[in-house]
């Protein structure tokens, strides 16, 4: 397996499981139903932040390994 297949495999493992995680929790701290500390925005933000970033990853290297480079 070639390194690029190794690094897409990643990524999308990675957005498969930060990106659900980081809404989910965003969801939960914008409720308003429970008070949240100022911790779960910062762990919300992150796993948001590297889900993202994994997508546009996965996207990406779809795209590079699809056009055959």
Same mark, same amino acid.
């Given at each position: ?13 990675? &957005?498969?499981?930060? +990106?659900?995680? /980081? %809404? ?13 500390? #100022?911790?779960?925005?910062?762990? &919300?933000?992150?796993? +948001?932040?590297? /889900? %993202? ?13 699809? #056009?055959?480079?």
């Amino acid at each position: 397996m070639e390194t690029i297949h190794v690094f897409w495999a990643a990524s999308l493992i990675a &957005a498969g499981w930060l +990106l659900p995680i /980081g %809404i989910w929790r965003m969801m939960a701290y914008r409720s308003g139903q429970v008070d949240h500390t #100022s911790g779960m925005r910062g762990v &919300a933000v992150m796993a +948001l932040g590297l /889900g %993202i970033f994994a997508t546009v990853m996965f996207v990406v290297l779809t795209i590079w390994i699809a #056009s055959g480079s």
